[in-house]
């Protein structure tokens, strides 16, 4: 798929700078709302500009969900990257990959459960973005499987690294969910209480 990205000298903002609230504005819809559900009208009120704004940063809603997942993908890096950096199979391995969860929640609770959500929405749809979305996991599951093969009580490692990704994940989708109930620190020393005997 080509991407264009046009440039005009009279624009009164830095392309790079509309283009990333835009981006912004889809993680935070996408992760809402749904990909589907979310017009471009409703990208371009959140960024509060008109649709054109949109095309002239994005060919289309599918290059801009191109461009989210992109994104999101060098925040996921963070997790691999404790992965690689953390003693093979510890319990602070899961720490730090909590930890890592917690401060990008706290940034921006959404972009933490975007690419959860267009995992479900696109689950067995066959579109190319299913794979990409696999690609993107992939980062994480390869680390930490890589992380986890010498552990004694894991025998696939790969399933293992597979169903923390999820339940992290699924710890920071109660986070956004029960914000009135719990905050994410709270949920997220309780899951890491759960698995204390790692």
Not at 10 to 22: L, N
Not at 108 to 126: K, M, R, V, Y
């Amino acid at each position: 798929m080509t991407r264009l990205r046009i440039v005009k000298k009279d624009h009164p903002e830095p392309v790079s700078e509309t283009r990333g609230r835009i981006i912004s504005a889809a993680v935070r819809l996408f992760s809402r709302q749904g990909y589907h559900k979310t017009t471009i009208a409703d990208l371009a009120g959140a960024i509060g500009q008109t649709s054109g704004a949109i095309f002239h940063h994005f060919a289309g809603k599918e290059d801009l969900l191109y461009a989210v997942v992109d994104w999101l993908a060098r925040g996921l890096k963070a997790y691999s990257d404790v992965a690689k950096r953390t003693e093979n199979g510890s319990h602070r391995l899961l720490e730090e990959t909590v930890r890592v969860m917690r401060e990008h929640y706290k940034r921006n609770p959404e972009a933490t459960i975007c690419l959860a959500a267009l995992a479900t929405e696109f689950a067995g749809s066959n579109h190319p973005i299913e794979q990409r979305l696999k690609e993107v996991y992939e980062m994480f599951v390869e680390a930490f499987a890589l992380s986890l093969r010498n552990h004694p009580q894991i025998r696939d490692p790969r399933a293992a690294a597979i169903v923390f990704l999820g339940s992290v994940q699924g710890v920071a989708i109660q986070g956004l969910l029960r914000e009135n109930e719990y905050s994410i620190d709270t949920l997220s020393e309780t899951f890491l209480a759960m698995l204390s005997k790692w």
